[in-house]
């Protein structure tokens, strides 16, 4: 490398040249990252490690430049590391912009997909199909769990309805997950196994269980196409795929990006939703106070109807509750903020970018500018954002809803607002703001209101108390650990003959 200009963000030392940020990842996992911004005290730093030079944003005002800056992209890194990840062919690289020397050049497919699927999950009924497939299946678990306590991994239970449902909502009722639910935990380790596949050699060899994973899934996805059932796919995939076939993407090249694609889908949708409900059912006063708000959503459709699971001599009424989650962005506060608070700390997605140019990075509130040199990467990983004390008014790493409600630490009209608008960024920003975030929402919002409206939960072990979920040190999207994922569940008490929908 050569010496860093004077306005690139300073290096991140390490006591040991060459392993020592290994070892430091290695050790803290991507905690690591926190403790070298603590070491630097800066805006930004400069990661070194191997041949990749890397500058970690850590302030809210640089972290929106970055996002917003058309000179950086992530793009190339899409195409890049996709590819080698996915174990895609020398061919496919021309369809991803890559040259015969391994260097980005544009690529027209990734940037019209990017813009037809952001449109297509933008609005109007492109996007209700998928969300109200996605919430009809949360209902249905629901409807499904017994009146007596049964106990549940919570997390394994959400993951599989929600996974289920979003890919049922994008690929329709024949997908590849409909079909063979084991692929489910093909998709979390896919994304465990993400940074060992995106190495460049040996792939079998350090991530068997990640290449298995891609090629089962590719698999599934192949004979999706080849079986025509991906013509009752959503609007938003089926636009995809034309795409693909009119560039001319070869079948097995679309099948292993589709791996991508389901994971992106859901790796973060999932422990979001996860760490709004556990950390409601935590916190005392919160499941009633959002009863009683979310009640205001609800109509009882149709109170004579028979049951339709009984026999004719034992014919009993259910009460048909529709759940109307296209009210609760104004009608419901408390529950939006559950879910923003969710996502704050629920969550930890990084945003990467590669420098088209060199550019200067500025932040408009400090003044503060930091040169970022073309050819390196930016990295803004949103949890060191999200779960800063100076930030967040104080115990931002605890799930505190109300800190989003009018006269909260994070009111939206309250002082620093800039600051925490700029800070908080999910579904990252600029030109690659997540396209799945109205389906996220509409998923979340729903999963939440029907999971402490039609159900009871208690700990798993008598007389103990639901507790926030603590989180395992492994790779990927976060999962919580051992026996606080035990919890009991039963129907709600006096809603055991509810039958739950939603409309979206
Ligand atoms: C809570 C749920 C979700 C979170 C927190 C989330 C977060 C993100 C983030 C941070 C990015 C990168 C943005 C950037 O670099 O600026 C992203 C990209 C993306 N997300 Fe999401 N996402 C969620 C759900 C979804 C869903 C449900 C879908 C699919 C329908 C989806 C599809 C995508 C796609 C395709 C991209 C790539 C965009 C591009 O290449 O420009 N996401 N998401």
Request: with cysteine; proline share 6%.
């Amino acid at each position: 490398f050569a010496p860093l200009d004077c306005k690139e963000p300073p290096a991140a030392k390490t006591s040991l040249p060459i392993i020592g940020h290994f070892l430091g990842f290695y050790r803290h996992q991507i905690g690591y990252l926190e403790l070298l911004r603590r070491r630097t005290f800066s805006s930004a730093y400069t990661l070194k490690v191997g041949n990749i030079k890397t500058y970690v944003v850590t302030e809210p005002g640089l972290s929106h430049a970055a996002l917003q800056s058309r000179a950086l992209s992530l793009e190339p890194l899409s195409a890049t590391v996709a590819t080698k990840m996915l174990g895609m062919s020398k061919t496919a690289n021309r369809h991803f912009g890559i040259d015969e020397h391994g260097h980005f050049i544009g690529s027209p497919m990734l940037t019209e997909r990017r813009l037809e699927f952001s449109k297509m999950l933008a609005s109007g009924p492109s996007l209700t199909e998928p969300s109200q497939v996605a919430s009809n299946c949360v209902a249905n678990a629901v409807n499904n769990v017994g009146t007596g306590l049964g106990k549940h991994d919570l997390f394994g239970w959400l993951r599989d309805v929600i996974t289920v449902g979003t890919i049922g909502g994008l690929y329709g009722p024949m997908n590849p997950v409909a079909l063979d639910p084991t692929l489910v935990e093909d998709i979390w380790t896919f994304d465990e196994n993400q940074l060992r596949l995106s190495w460049e050699i040996l792939q079998s060899l350090i991530a068997p269980a990640g290449v298995r994973a891609v090629n089962r899934i590719a698999a599934a996805f192949e004979a999706y196409v080849l079986e025509g059932r991906d013509k009752l796919a959503s609007a938003a995939v089926r636009s995809t795929i034309s795409s693909a076939q009119k560039l001319g993407l070869s079948l097995n090249d679309y099948a292993r990006l589709e791996v991508f694609n389901i994971s992106v889908a859901t790796v973060n949708t999932v422990p979001t939703a996860v760490s709004m409900i556990y950390n409601i059912l935590a916190k005392p006063a919160l499941p009633q106070a959002l009863r009683d708000e979310i009640q205001a959503v609800l109509t009882h459709v149709n109170t004579g109807s028979p049951d339709p699971s009984g026999s004719s001599k034992t014919k009993k009424k259910k009460r048909k509750m529709q759940l109307d989650i296209s009210r609760a962005a104004e009608t419901c506060p408390l529950l939006v903020a559950c879910y923003q608070e969710a996502l704050r700390i629920g969550s930890t997605p990084t945003c990467n970018r590669a420098v088209l140019e060199d550019t200067l990075l500025a932040d408009a509130a400090t003044g503060a500018d930091v040169l970022v040199r073309k050819g390196q990467r930016v990295s803004i990983p949103t949890f060191m954002l999200h779960s800063r004390d100076q930030i967040w008014g104080g115990d931002a790493t605890a799930f505190d809803p109300w800190r989003f409600m009018p006269g909260g630490s994070a009111d939206a009209k309250g002082p620093g607002r800039a600051r925490r608008e700029q800070g908080f960024v999910p579904y990252g920003g600029g030109l690659h703001l997540c396209p799945g975030r109205h389906l996220a929402k509409i998923e979340i919002l729903a999963t939440g209101a029907l999971m402490v409206m039609g159900l009871d939960f208690l700990a798993g072990e008598d007389g103990k108390a639901i507790v926030a979920p603590t989180y395992s040190e492994a790779t990927g999207a976060k999962k919580p650990e051992g026996e606080t994922r035990i919890v009991r569940i039963r129907r709600r008490e006096g809603w055991e003959d509810v039958e739950w929908s939603v409309k979206v």
